[in-house]
């Protein structure tokens, strides 16, 4: 589960650097990454990282975090997302693997 906090300015449920870098290319991890509770809404409301839920939801999506818990203000704004090019379909496919 990835942490409500932020490394260096980027809150960690959207931070590629941690999420994929170490956790995944670096120490080989294959399972999966959660949020506790609308973390991809936090990146907007709460850290103010990105303007949008569609941006929330695709900046965790591109760090590496596969599934958001909590409300679906944020994952229901993926297509949003795929539609703008935020994302792709291929990164929801990942997560969902």
């Given at each position: ?20 870098t170490v ?9 999966f990454v ?8 936090n990146l ?54």
């Amino acid at each position: 589960m990835c942490s409500y906090n932020s490394l260096n300015g980027v809150p960690t449920c959207g931070n590629k650097g941690l999420l994929t870098t170490v956790l995944r290319d670096t120490w080989k991890w294959d399972g999966f990454v959660v949020s506790d509770y609308d973390a991809w809404v936090n990146l907007k409301t709460t850290h103010h990282y990105v303007e949008t839920f569609a941006q929330a939801a695709a900046a965790g999506l591109n760090a590496g975090m596969d599934q958001e818990g909590g409300s679906t203000r944020a994952i229901d704004q993926l297509a949003a997302a795929i539609a703008r090019n935020m994302t792709t379909p291929a990164a929801v496919a990942t997560a969902l693997r």
